[in-house]
């Protein structure tokens, strides 16, 4: 059994900075890229940031120079630093994990609320 546990989400004022973590436990092995997608109430679950194991990584054009994903292969833990946060940001955040060849597992969201 693998779990993904998510921390980090809350309510911030526009322009403020949050960090989410989400950290792998299990019988998890060889885990390749980690990502982080959100969704927003209405709207499809989008890709936001992915990191690959060799730490090269990838953004959505809307959080590229705002948002910083990076990882920790010793403690199989996903980061996401979000600066600069805007209302448009608001949604709830779920770390990917591909592992073992073909596995992906979701965490469980952790809600993200932009708002003065």
Known sequence: QV??????GGLVQPGGSLRLSCAASGSIFS?????????APGKQRELVASITRD???????????????????AKNTVYLQMNSLKPEDTAVY???????GFYTTWGQGTQVTVSS
């Open 3 to 8: 779990q993904l546990v998510e921390s980090g």
């Open 31 to 39: 885990i390749n890229s980690m990502g982080w997608y959100r969704q």
């Open 55 to 73: 730490g090269s990584a990838n953004y959505a054009e809307s959080v590229k120079g705002r948002f910083t994903i990076s990882r920790d292969n």
């Open 94 to 100: 779920y770390c990917n994990i591909a592992w073992g």
